[in-house]
């Protein structure tokens, strides 16, 4: 597989993780379950479960348990990166809007492309800085409307450590592209679960919330950070992250889709402007691509 072959891959495999996150707000409309700690429990049981029987499926039981020993300090980081940021989501949003957390997590791949230049100096491109900039502004307009007023420090600084969190590990993924992060992903489940576990009023669920907390933890969660572990390891990581932001972008389509929830014009106008700064942006990037492999002297 070519190099341009393996950034394609990879952004197909990111904005599919896209897709699937972004489906989390419609699944959730549908629960009956108040206590948010319990949807986490189960949600994060579910993922495990679900990224943990895909390894035995593919590796067996030898291979997964190779899988986990292999993963080392950067899949732990990872995993804790993402058990961070999972758990950290439920309780920002007790303190703070929807609406600032989505802010704060349309600075991802601005985070993730400082981390990476000040840690490993990987340059990103003026291209990427500007779409990185579109994207802020498109997510800053869909959210405009409904941004508090009154400044939370708890809430909000949790959701820049999610924001902090998403970054780190999508960084050390891509710095440690020879590792196989599916293990990770599985270990931070498993830490979210076990964090809500002991925070959760009650654990009992009826029969259809139990459906729809497997596609929620199964689908939305799992095969999400399957998809994102997967493809983040063939791209720059400030190009990952901004692929990512079209989660965002997506959920606000189904919950209207579904639940017949039509979006404000503030949010058709910045989801179109986030939309457009990702679609000229990879374009853009896959252009280059094939000029410089073009431009690559033939073998004698």
Request: hydrophobic letters at 60%; proline letters at 2%.
């Given at each position: 597989?070519?190099?341009l072959?393996?950034?394609?891959?990879?952004?197909?495999?990111?904005?599919?993780?896209?897709?699937?996150?972004?489906?989390?707000g419609?699944?959730?409309?549908?629960?009956?379950?108040?206590?948010?700690?319990?949807?986490?429990?189960?949600r994060?049981v579910?993922?495990?479960?679900?990224?943990?029987?895909?390894?035995?499926?593919?590796?067996?039981?030898?291979?997964?348990?190779?899988?986990?020993?292999?993963?080392?300090?950067?899949?732990?980081?990872?995993g804790?990166?993402?058990?961070?940021?999972?758990?950290?989501?439920v309780?920002?949003?007790?303190?703070?809007?929807?609406?600032?957390?989505?802010?704060?997590?349309?600075?991802?791949?601005?985070?993730?492309?400082?981390?990476?230049?000040?840690?490993?100096?990987?340059?990103?491109?003026?291209?990427?800085w500007?779409?990185i900039a579109?994207v802020?502004?498109?997510?800053?307009?869909?959210?405009?409307?409904?941004?508090?007023?009154?400044?939370?420090?708890?809430?909000d600084?949790?959701?820049?450590?999610?924001a902090?969190?998403?970054?780190?590990?999508t960084?050390?993924t891509?710095?440690?592209?020879?590792?196989?992060?599916?293990?990770?992903?599985?270990?931070?489940?498993?830490?979210?679960?076990t964090?809500?576990?002991?925070?959760?009023?009650r654990?009992?669920?009826?029969?259809?919330?139990?459906?729809?907390l497997?596609?929620?933890?199964?689908?939305?969660?799992?095969?999400?950070?399957?998809?994102?572990?997967?493809?983040?390891?063939?791209?720059?990581?400030?190009?990952?992250?901004?692929?990512?932001?079209?989660?965002p972008?997506?959920?606000p389509?189904?919950?209207?889709?579904?639940?017949?929830e039509?979006p404000s014009?503030?949010t058709?106008?910045?989801?179109s402007?986030?939309?457009?700064?990702?679609l000229?942006?990879?374009?853009?990037?896959?252009h280059?691509?094939?000029?410089?492999?073009?431009?690559m002297p033939?073998?004698?």
């Open positions: 597989m070519t190099a072959q393996e950034q394609r891959k990879g952004a197909l495999l990111v904005f599919g993780s896209a897709v699937a996150w972004s489906v989390g419609a699944i959730a409309r549908f629960l009956s379950v108040t206590d948010s700690w319990t949807i986490v429990f189960w994060s579910f993922a495990s479960a679900f990224l943990l029987g895909f390894m035995l499926w593919r590796q067996g039981l030898a291979g997964t348990r190779r899988l986990f020993l292999d993963m080392g300090v950067p899949g732990i980081g990872v804790l990166c993402f058990a961070t940021a999972s758990t950290s989501f309780v920002a949003l007790a303190y703070t809007t929807v609406a600032n957390v989505l802010l704060m997590q349309a600075g991802v791949p601005l985070i993730a492309a400082l981390f990476s230049y000040i840690l490993f100096r990987e340059k990103v491109s003026m291209a990427t500007l779409a579109a802020i502004g498109g997510v800053a307009i869909m959210v405009s409307g409904s941004v508090g007023g009154e400044v939370s420090p708890i809430g600084g949790l959701a820049l450590l999610i902090l969190a998403f970054a780190g590990a960084v050390i891509r710095r440690h592209a020879q590792v196989a992060m599916m293990p990770a992903v599985c270990l931070g489940t498993l830490i979210a679960a964090v809500a576990a002991s925070m959760a009023s654990f009992q669920i009826n029969a259809a919330d139990t459906g729809l497997i596609l929620f933890g199964a689908l939305n969660l799992g095969l999400g950070l399957a998809m994102f572990v997967t493809g983040v390891r063939l791209l720059p990581s400030a190009l990952a992250a901004l692929i990512g932001t079209a989660e972008v997506l959920g389509v189904w919950v209207w889709l579904v639940h017949g039509i014009q503030r058709l106008l910045g989801g402007l986030v939309f457009l700064a990702l000229a942006h990879l374009g853009w990037q896959f280059q691509n094939r000029k410089d492999v073009q431009a033939l073998p004698d």
